[in-house]
């Protein structure tokens, strides 16, 4: 029987601070295949994450398909818009949520897991943030802009740049995209449409320089919309749900596991020609033209 088995492998994902979203799913997808899981916290909600992790509060949705838990071998702060310590701006050494954390930017992060777990088989990208989301692009600040795309695009370069010496031929790279970045989603601002294009077009050509360099390969899923806490910030989730939901070509709510197996699939040897693309789990949103529900069609 053909399957996933990613056992003798390990993972890092970069992003996940509860057990909602995308990251959590591929976290489970790439346990339920095998994988030693790593993860990366933003650091201020490193402490809320590991007090709930201790807690069992994540305990039902750590179940994997055989009854047992998912184990997290170990988890990391990180905050992947700092490359190095010396980034790192006086107000955020010296903020609360920060105080008392360290070795939280790219290379000191990639440096402690080389240290406990030599190379590295899979690098997840589930990282995005825009301060200024809210906000229509031409209400945008230079700063917000910046930041959307520092924190949402540039990360994943700089994830690559500093784990690909430290990751295992044939190694596989997955970010996580929005459709934003290739048409337009009123409401979703700040810059962050623009990241998600950044994030697209850097795919192709890190696929390029990172399959030249370290044999790995680089790819990109657009997952369609999920009530997620991170989704919820932005405000206008419910209502794309609602919109895919009478519009895509399948008329099913779109579930995070279905993003986890796809990834699980993406890095696995099953998809050892895969490289450069962006694959959409949206329920097929993507190929519309028009939507269905708008008074145009119902026009007798």
Same mark, same amino acid.
């Given at each position: 029987?053909?399957?996933?088995?990613?056992?003798?492998?390990?993972?890092?994902? /970069?992003?996940?601070?509860?057990?909602?979203?995308?990251?959590?799913?591929? !976290?489970?997808?790439?346990?339920?295949?095998? %994988?030693? *899981?790593? *993860?990366?916290?933003?650091?201020?909600?490193?402490?809320?994450?590991?007090?709930?992790?201790?807690?069992?509060?994540?305990?039902?949705?750590?179940?994997?398909?055989? #009854?047992?838990?998912?184990? &997290?071998?170990?988890?990391?702060?990180?905050? !992947? =818009?700092?490359?190095?310590?010396?980034?790192?701006?006086?107000? *955020?050494?010296?903020?609360?949520?920060?105080?008392? %954390?360290? #070795?939280? =930017?790219?290379?000191?992060?990639? $440096?402690?897991?080389? +240290?406990?777990?030599? +190379? *590295?088989?899979?690098?997840?990208?589930?990282?995005?943030?825009?301060?200024?989301? /809210?906000?229509?692009?031409?209400?945008?600040?230079?700063?917000?802009?910046?930041?959307?795309?520092?924190?949402?695009?540039?990360?994943?370069?700089?994830?690559?740049?500093?784990? #690909?010496?430290?990751?295992?031929?044939?190694?596989?790279?997955? !970010?996580?995209?929005?459709?934003?970045?290739?048409?337009?989603?009123?409401?979703?601002?700040? #810059?962050?449409?623009?990241?998600?294009?950044?994030?697209?077009?850097?795919?192709?050509?890190?696929?390029?320089?990172?399959?030249?360099?370290?044999?790995?390969?680089?790819?990109?899923?657009?997952?369609?919309?999920?009530?997620?806490?991170?989704?919820?910030? &932005?405000?206008?989730?419910?209502?794309?749900?609602?919109?895919? $939901?009478?519009?895509?070509?399948?008329?099913?709510?779109?579930?995070?596991?279905?993003?986890?197996?796809?990834?699980?699939?993406?890095?696995?040897?099953?998809?050892?020609? &895969? =490289?450069?693309?962006?694959?959409?789990?949206?329920?097929?949103?993507? =190929?519309?033209?028009?939507?269905?529900?708008?008074?145009?069609?119902?026009?007798?």
């Amino acid at each position: 029987m053909l399957k996933i088995d990613l056992k003798g492998k390990t993972a890092f994902i /970069a992003g996940i601070g509860d057990d909602q979203g995308f990251g959590w799913a591929i !976290a489970k997808a790439l346990a339920e295949a095998g %994988a030693t *899981i790593l *993860i990366g916290t933003w650091t201020p909600l490193m402490k809320i994450f590991t007090t709930s992790l201790a807690q069992g509060r994540f305990d039902e949705s750590r179940k994997l398909s055989d #009854g047992s838990l998912m184990e &997290i071998a170990k988890i990391y702060p990180l905050d !992947a =818009t700092f490359d190095t310590p010396a980034d790192i701006p006086q107000e *955020i050494l010296e903020n609360k949520r920060y105080k008392d %954390a360290g #070795g939280y =930017t790219v290379s000191e992060v990639v $440096e402690s897991v080389a +240290k406990d777990f030599g +190379k *590295i088989d899979i690098l997840i990208h589930s990282l995005a943030n825009g301060p200024e989301v /809210a906000k229509p692009l031409l209400e945008t600040s230079r700063n917000g802009y910046m930041a959307a795309v520092n924190a949402s695009a540039y990360s994943l370069i700089s994830l690559i740049k500093h784990f #690909g010496p430290h990751m295992n031929e044939k190694g596989a790279v997955l !970010a996580l995209t929005y459709i934003a970045g290739e048409k337009v989603i009123p409401g979703y601002g700040g #810059g962050m449409s623009s990241a998600k294009a950044a994030l697209d077009s850097d795919t192709q050509v890190l696929a390029f320089e990172a399959g030249q360099k370290w044999n790995i390969r680089v790819n990109t899923i657009s997952a369609g919309p999920l009530a997620s806490r991170a989704a919820k910030a &932005i405000g206008f989730i419910e209502k794309m749900i609602h919109y895919a $939901e009478n519009n895509a070509p399948l008329k099913k709510d779109l579930e995070a596991i279905e993003i986890g197996n796809t990834a699980a699939f993406l890095c696995s040897p099953l998809a050892s020609a &895969i =490289t450069g693309s962006i694959i959409y789990v949206d329920n097929g949103m993507h =190929t519309m033209g028009c939507s269905l529900d708008s008074p145009s069609f119902k026009q007798e």
